[in-house]
């Protein structure tokens, strides 16, 4: 089992530029493909991006293609996700979820095996 905390969120202009980190407690992340959501004030959570255990191959909603990286370094137990051209309406709690030996686009449907408490972000236009 890994336990997931988000950091990184903040405020920002359009146009700017964030970089959330998501670091793993626990044994095996290596293991886990990774997703980014986001929940916007009075909508659903969304998938946002999701990197695979197996070989780092990535999958994006199509609000974060061409904008969004999502990147992961095993050996510090971390998913990032780099977020440039930033809109408002990127705003929103963004949070890492986890899932044993998924597939990348299997990220998309649950269950997960962990998820992080969140981090905002906040895009002024």
């Known amino acids: 089992q890994v336990q997931l905390v988000e950091s990184g969120g903040g405020l920002e202009q359009a146009g700017g530029s964030l970089r959330l980190s998501c670091v793993a407690s626990?044994?095996?992340?290596?293991?886990?493909?990774v997703g980014w959501f986001r929940q916007a004030p009075g909508k659903e959570r969304e998938f946002v991006a999701g990197i695979s255990w197996a070989d780092g191959s990535t999958y994006y909603a199509d609000s974060a293609k061409g904008r969004f990286t999502i990147s992961r370094d095993d050996g510090k137990n971390t998913v990032y996700l780099q977020m440039n051209s930033l809109k408002p309406d990127d705003t929103g709690v963004y949070y890492c979820?986890?899932?044993?030996?998924?597939?990348?686009?299997?990220?998309?449907?649950?269950?997960?095996?962990?998820w992080g408490q969140g981090t905002q972000v906040t895009v002024s236009s």
């Open positions: 979820a986890a899932k044993y030996r998924s597939a990348t686009q299997a990220l998309l449907v649950p269950p997960y095996s962990a």
């Open positions: 626990g044994r095996a992340f290596s293991s886990y493909a």
